[in-house]
């Protein structure tokens, strides 16, 4: 008997070449910006560079902002560029050739949603070349895409300010 297994589109899965959002969904208010951060597994082998592309519906998401990940060894040479439904981004490793390896921080991309809360936008990943410190590519690339949630706004809480002192210390005063 066959034993198949089905895999979300979904993943943090940790294979090396693999190339995965740190969390697979985030949760933005309607009308905010949230942060996703792109990593990649390189196990022992050391990244030497890469090139992803994300695909998303421009009608329904805003990319406001990419900046480079925490692997200071592929941050120096991160390039980016928006367009119509479309990021890319590249990175070439200016300063190792032993790391960085294990999990990766790529890079990060602030998004804004256009749609209401409720609403789900879906991010794809596509890897147009990931590659050691050889310029060798990893054997076995996979990448894993997004959900960018929706959500209600947060109601807007005021904090009445008190005196410094005992009184200030028991009572935290909030309206919303």
Do not use: C, W
């Not at 066959?2 to 985030?26: E, I, R």
């Not at 990021?87 to 990060?108: E, W």
């Not at 949603?113 to 410190?133: E, F, M, R, W, Y």
């Not at 054997?139 to 009184?167: C, E, I, N, Q």
Request: proline content about 5%.
């Amino acid at each position: 008997m066959a034993v198949g297994m089905m895999f979300p589109a979904l993943a943090s899965a940790q294979f090396v070449g693999d190339v995965f959002f740190k969390n697979a969904s985030v949760a933005v208010a309607q009308g905010g910006t949230g942060q996703l951060e792109l990593v990649s597994f390189a196990g022992t082998v050391p990244l030497g560079g890469y090139r992803v592309r994300l695909t998303f519906d421009e009608t329904k998401l805003d990319i406001v902002e990419v900046k480079a990940g925490a692997a200071v060894e592929v941050a120096e040479g991160l390039t980016s560029h928006v367009g119509k439904g479309v990021l890319d981004v590249v990175a070439v490793n200016t300063k190792s050739t032993t790391k960085p390896i294990g999990t990766v921080s790529l890079f990060s991309v602030s998004v804004r949603p256009k749609l209401a809360a409720g609403s789900v936008i879906k991010i794809q990943t596509q890897i147009l070349d990931l590659l050691n410190t050889n310029v060798q590519p990893f054997s076995a690339k996979r990448a894993f895409g997004a959900d960018v949630v929706v959500t209600a706004p947060a109601a807007a809480a005021r904090v009445v300010a008190l005196p410094p002192g005992p009184a200030a210390a028991k009572q935290a005063v909030s309206a919303g």
